[in-house]
Nanobody, 121 residues
Framework: QVQLVESGGGLVQAGGSLRLSCTAS????????MGWYRQSPGKQRELVAT?????SINYSDSVKGRFTISRDNAKVYLQMNGLKPEDTAVYYC?????????????????WGQGTQVTVSS
């Protein structure tokens, strides 16, 4: 089965940096886009950054200039600099890809299990 596995979360002081990693594995035919989303308690999940297979990148206004998304084949990274307490959230890796799931190849949005990022003031 297709899986997305994140790593790199943790506790950091305001102004610090963290680097998140996510690896897609399993029977994958193609990846159209990968990205990162986050969710804080009581809030909806929101987009942080996405990168398409053609290379186009999109950032939320709240992280522009501080976060950098990059991708290497089936891996996607999020370099987070200048972290603020309001960046505290569970960060989820997402991939729009065609993978083997439920007995067939399907183009779906796949999600990782999430990794906690906590920024202390």
């Amino acid at each position: 089965q297709v899986q997305l596995v994140e790593s790199g979360g943790g506790l950091v002081q305001a102004g610090g940096s963290l680097r998140l990693s996510c690896t897609a594995s399993g029977r994958i035919l193609g990846i159209n886009a990968m990205g990162w989303y986050r969710q804080s308690p009581g809030k909806q999940r929101e987009l942080v950054a996405t990168i398409k297979s053609g290379g186009s990148i999109n950032y939320s206004d709240s992280v522009k200039g501080r976060f950098t998304i990059s991708r290497d084949n089936a891996k996607v990274y999020l370099q987070m600099n200048g972290l603020k307490p309001e960046d505290t959230a569970v960060y989820y890796c997402n991939a729009d890809m065609t993978g083997y799931s439920g007995g067939a190849y399907r183009r779906l949005d796949y999600w990782g299990q999430g990794t906690q990022v906590t920024v202390s003031s």
